[in-house]
């Protein structure tokens, strides 16, 4: 069997990008132990955006890890990649056997209940570079995930398992928006991983 290959696989983009759920990828115990573990073991802090040039603080919680000290920048500010844990470097290596793909960092982003979401938006820094392939990993609450095309507005969503894996690649970024919609009917958190390869910062 070819880990690599995503045939047979179904895209959940209708055109402009590819999308694919490879679906559970750890047993409920080990997801859950995951999940702790990660809740336990990063060092969270709030994320931080800077929105009509006021400095804000969410109450969703970030985190940023990479092979070295990475300066990734969203939102007008800047964060500095922090030492892989094992933890992070054991899913790092899973996901990478399962896809194929090399990654080199993780953007990490805590959702203490169903309230914390994350807007519309593309990961299309030119610290990424162009139609790059990220990899996302969850654990805890099931929350919905949503892609909005940039020009049609066609709307296409999924349901995130705990212990699921989805991938983002092609003209993804380049033509899709993405967000975590709120929900009232989440009660527990959720922890996402994303792993990610920066470009050479010299």
Known sequence: MNLFSTEGMQNILPYDGEVFYYGYQFSIADAQSFLTTLLEEIEWQPDEAVIFGKHIYTKRKAAWYGDKAFHYTYSKT??????WTPALLA????????????FNSCLLNLYHDGQEGMAWHS???????????????SFGAVRKFAFKHKTTGEYVSLMLESGSLLVMQGTTQTHWLHRLPPTVKVKTPRVNLTFRTMLDQG
Request: proline share 0%.
């Open 78 to 83: 800047t964060k500095i990649a922090k030492v």
């Open 123 to 137: 990961d299309d820094e030119k610290s990424l570079g162009k139609d790059t392939c990220i990899a996302s990993l």
């Open 91 to 102: 899913l790092k290596h899973h996901v990478e056997a399962q896809t194929g793909q090399q």
